[in-house]
């Protein structure tokens, strides 16, 4: 029959110095321990399952004892557990069995971030792995979801304003990250509050970026002329962004463009690996497009090819420091990156007068969040191919859409 105790670890040590009080599974010879969120600052702390020599010893007994019992149940419950071997039961402890008010918040977050990186959205996963970091910082250690309160929230707010170079709205980033974890506890039952620990906490507004370029800078870099390679594809990766619905950089040096296709079909690498799995956008490939293409594209391997042996986050720096130099060259004042492509792609559709449906699939946006009408409706491709060619029609000549534009400016002051 498995069996459960207290136990310190001795040659586990924890960077600072401490020890992880654990649980000890033993079955048939074999042991597998569990970390509790209890800490002691030396050996001599702990004695026969029992924590001593300490002021809260008696809160802390009592709580590994209601920790304990919790597992006990579980086995209890779980018959028979001879079937298993001991990192079975182990698994079983941990994900299937764990009583809510045993579970805590590192619990929750570990397994969503294994999760995370399963569907290789490591890029989320690191920043909540950032955000447990300053949660254990903040905790000691872990907390119990059920031992996290208002109190608790507004004192991790303040732990991480004092003990880190943030700003507020990476601040306000980490607490949504926080938020997140404990809304999935909830949805999976594994924890209920009377009075939300989010109840009274008002999250920063994070600014909005301008980053959305003036039609004559477009012009100027669409325009611009240079004998520098770094230069000429900082340029022509930033106009195909921009002729291609504002489509990502990741998106885009994924795509396959053999053929002299007249759309490209993809879905958004920010989204394919959701559990909703991300639209598919389908965009035209206009002519302007097309000429930029043909000049970067491997025969090969239909991709584009600029000769950089990076990987996909160094050509990402690379580019960017292009892009500096472009922006230094053609002496433009505002504030510019790749991504200043899709902004101003989304801001000229806009001006135009182009519906937020048809500027969503133009970008890849979900269709999650746009209500019922979104199971009636959907938005054709050509209406997509429409906006892409008066977009990139106006960048050619501003002057003959500024009737159109003074009489949107006109409309969105009447709804003032």
Known sequence: MPTLKLVVVPAKIRKDGTHS????????????????????DDISQF?????????????TNAKLRELLNGYQDVLDDFRPADGYDCAQLREILLNRGR?????????????????????????????????????????????????????TIEGLDRYMA????????????????????INRAKKTGLVHYEVEPFASYKFKAAPVRQLDLPVEVVRKIRDYETKSKRLRMARDLF????????INLIDLLA???RGDPKSVEYVRAKTRNTNQGGDKVVIPVHEDARAIIKAWMNPRTGKLDFGCKFTYKNFSRYLTRCIDKLKEALEIKERMLFYSARKSFAQFAADLGMSDHVIDACLGHSTNARGVIRYYTKVRNRQVEMAVNRVIDYVRDPEKYQ????QQLNLMAMRL
């Open 21 to 40: 009080i654990r649980v000890a599974i033993s079955h048939r010879a074999v042991t597998r321990y569990i970390v509790t969120r209890f800490v002691i």
């Open 47 to 59: 004695k026969d399952g029992q924590v001593i020599n300490r002021a809260d010893a008696v809160i």
């Open 99 to 151: 009583r809510a008010e045993s579970s805590t918040f590192q619990d929750v977050a570990q397994a969503y971030i294994d999760e995370l990186h399963k569907s290789k959205r490591s890029g989320y996963a690191k920043s909540l792995e950032l955000t447990c970091k300053y949660f254990t910082g903040f905790a000691r250690g872990d907390l119990f979801l059920a031992d996290i309160t208002p109190a």
């Open 162 to 181: 004092t003990h880190s170079r943030m700003n507020g709205t990476t601040i306000s980033l980490m607490m949504r990250n926080v938020r997140t974890i």
């Open 239 to 246: 106009m195909l962004s921009f002729y291609l619905g504002g």
């Open 255 to 257: 795509i396959d463009f």
């Open 403 to 406: 009737e159109v534009i003074d």
